[in-house]
């Protein structure tokens, strides 16, 4: 453990319920996307894909117990890469996966170079001390994506289709760069990934299955998500209440991230291409 008491300050904690009431219940709709898939045909397949979700979510926990630094670093590139996956639009492979970079980078790794003072201790907290890995990769990263950015502005300069979002990118980064970085981070988290998740999705799942069961399957997700957080929370107990919510907050989102990102990433949009 790290030899310091941290004190989250009034935006912080502000950012932190964000994340936790508007944020993590996104991903509470997986339930209803696996059963769009075909998962809840049966008994038995509802179980298995309830079972398997969990069993990643516990998997990537174990993981980032043991090796922290490098659990960190992973997170923070396929959090690039699912961010990104959301807000590009691009209608060619490679004009698409550029907007995947820029656009998911600049959320998690811009957040980190705009504030890196604050983002190391968090950073720190997360591995219990060994930061350097992260923010090295960080800040290797971020300058690929500046570069990356002039290639996407001449990009928008020949095809005015790619300008809404590239307007989007850099409002985006100005409200990363202004607001402190927990509340930076929250802002994009909850207002633009969440509100574009859901719209992409509920469009999708409403025509196949019943609203209210959607909404069912959400808030129960919702519900354990947050009292499994809660027992984590107690399990912990460093003495350091405020570090010991950020870890629960963090590590919980990357382990819900990764079965996520399957889910989503991996076998619904495919389902629509």
Known sequence: MIGMVTALDTTSIVALLMIVIIGLPHGAFDGAVANYLGAGKTIFSGIRFFTTYMASAIVVIVIWI???????????????VHFGWGDANAKTNVQFILQVVVHGGLVVFGTVNFHITEVTQLFKLLTNGDS????????????GILFLSIIYLFLVIKNSELMPRFIELI???????????????????CFVHTGRHMLHIWKKLQIAINSRVIFIQAIGLTAISWLLGLGAFYFLDS???????????????????VPHMILVDGFFRNKQT
């Open 66 to 80: 043991f090796l922290p630094s490098l659990s960190l670093v992973a997170f923070l590139i396929i959090s690039m």
């Open 239 to 257: 003495g350091d209440f405020d570090a010991d919510i950020l870890r629960v907050v963090f590590i919980g989102l990357a382990a819900l991230t």
């Open 171 to 189: 409002i985006i980064a100005l409200i990363l760069m202004l607001l402190p970085p927990l509340l930076g981070f929250a802002v994009y988290f």
């Open 132 to 143: 350097t890995a992260a923010i090295q990769v960080s800040q290797i990263m971020f300058l």
